[in-house]
């Protein structure tokens, strides 16, 4: 393998998990706004 492909496949490897900890992060997020509507419909009924 020549540096450049090492070099290559490292970047898209970065990429690739970052993407996932994005995605994660969205995740996260939609479970505490979901987990929220929740407790704020319980209080109000």
């Known amino acids: 393998m020549t540096v450049g492909a090492a070099e290559a496949s490292k970047t898209m490897v970065h990429q690739h998990k970052l993407q996932a900890w994005q995605a994660q992060q969205l995740v996260m997020q939609a ?11 319980g209080t109000q009924a």
């Open 31 to 41: 479970q505490a706004r979901a987990g929220l509507q929740a407790s704020s419909v």
